[in-house]
């Protein structure tokens, strides 16, 4: 009987949690009576459903009304649950609805106890170090946010200066690298990035060094001494990391590709080719060796075999920017006008947030004298990007280029 009362009890638990779900999505503020005055509300069941509680529908309900609901579900999931962050976490939303600050950190603090890996807690509580004037900490945990989620991400509640933004991402960087031992070698390599793009060289090099024990960061160095000018260096470097049988086949297939590239730059054009055809025959359906078959195309002053290496490049790699950003250079030098426009409005589909390629294709727009599509293009971009100087500059250029005689 007692089994059969607990069933009975948790199956209506769940009946009710599921009107309150959906009355909440219609009507936040008669869904939020429920959960203040409901008697299943109290239930174990109930503290454990409620983990799904959508606040973003929640909070635009009268601010009482939010207030009442989180701090009496809270309350039922710590004394429930007292091992999981949610219950500290609404408490924290209560609070910061309140305008109580300090209680807010406070419950904060204890949900991040209880879930330090949580990036949507991190930046919760950045927001209100950024309410409560904490510079410092509103920095810190919003590096922690991004160090600690699985793609940089952005939050446009956030507003960042340059320089702030740019510490942010530098510093997730570099507590990525420890947070992931297993990808100590992906994070070596783009923390090096990061730094050679801001002009710390010696910085990047230094942590390429700490790390050359793992392949992909020595194959990482092996590029940075193709662009140094080193060329038998990094055919080296690359051939050692190509001939090894135990590496993944990916990884194998881009040391041939840096290996072709070296042999291209030192004059061994030959040697080249038979690198690029050994990284197609590893990986076939990667976009690499084509990319590199492509460039020695170009070499050899064959535009039209160049753009059709590439045209199976994005065919093996619809989704890679550089790929299709590539092909539309290449179509453009060939003469195909068309096909090249094409390739850069799906390089701006795949990555919208990139002004400089938008920029670039208001720019091709200009340069062929298309200035209702150059203009219907700023003016999305500058929706999204309105202080993006690159695209203020296009939008001044297309001023002028109307303004001329005869547009």
Not at 17 to 32: K, Y
Not at 163 to 177: G, H, P, Q, T, Y
Not at 305 to 312: D, G, T
Not at 333 to 355: K, S, T, W
Request: glycine share 6%; aromatic share 6%; net charge neutral.
């Amino acid at each position: 009987m007692a089994a059969i009362l607990v069933r009975v009890v948790d199956a209506a638990s769940w009946l009710w949690w599921q009107g309150t779900s959906r009355t909440l999505e219609t009507d936040a503020s008669r869904g939020a009576e429920w959960l203040l005055h409901g008697r299943l509300t109290a239930l174990p069941t109930t503290a454990y459903l409620s983990r799904r509680l959508a606040l973003p529908s929640l909070v635009t309900a009268p601010s009482p009304l939010v207030v009442g609901a989180l701090g009496r579900i809270s309350r039922h999931q710590k004394r429930c649950l007292w091992v999981d962050p949610n219950g500290f976490e609404n408490a924290a939303v209560a609070a910061i609805v309140s305008q109580w600050m300090d209680d807010g950190l406070h419950q904060l603090r204890g949900a991040l106890s209880r879930d330090p890996t949580s990036p949507r807690l991190h930046r919760l509580m950045a927001l209100v170090f950024k309410r409560v004037g904490n510079d410092q900490g509103f920095l810190d945990h919003l590096a922690e946010a991004e160090a600690i989620a699985a793609a940089p991400t952005g939050d446009p509640r956030l507003e960042l200066s340059d320089s702030a933004r740019a510490w942010v991402r530098l510093e997730a960087l570099r507590r990525r690298l420890d947070r992931y031992p297993r990808q100590r070698a992906n994070a070596a390599v783009a923390l090096a990035r990061e730094l050679d793009n801001r002009g710390q060289k010696q910085g990047a090099l230094e942590v390429l060094r700490a790390h050359s024990g793992h392949p992909e960061v020595a194959l990482e160095c092996a590029r940075w001494h193709l662009d140094a000018g080193r060329f038998v260096t990094a055919e080296n470097e690359a051939l050692a990391i190509a001939e090894k049988l135990r590496y993944p086949t990916s990884l194998r297939v881009q040391a041939w590709t840096v290996v072709g590239e070296g042999r291209q730059l030192a004059g061994d054009s030959d040697g080249a080719v038979a690198a690029a055809h050994e990284a197609l025959r590893l990986g076939p359906d990667s976009a690499a060796p084509f990319v590199a078959l492509a460039a020695l195309a170009q070499s050899r002053s064959a535009p039209d075999e160049a753009l059709e290496h590439l045209r199976r490049a994005w065919g093996v790699a619809p989704a890679d920017v550089g790929v299709v950003l590539r092909f539309a250079i290449a179509a453009e030098r060939a003469g195909h006008i068309h096909d090249a426009r094409l390739a850069l409005e799906r390089a701006v589909e795949l990555a919208p947030d990139d002004a400089s390629l938008t920029a670039r294709l208001v720019d091709f727009h200009l340069r062929y004298g298309e200035f209702t599509e150059a203009a219907l293009r700023l003016s999305t971009a500058l929706d999204r990007l309105p202080t993006d100087q690159r695209l203020l500059s296009q939008a001044e250029r297309l001023r002028r280029e109307v303004g001329r005689p005869g547009s």
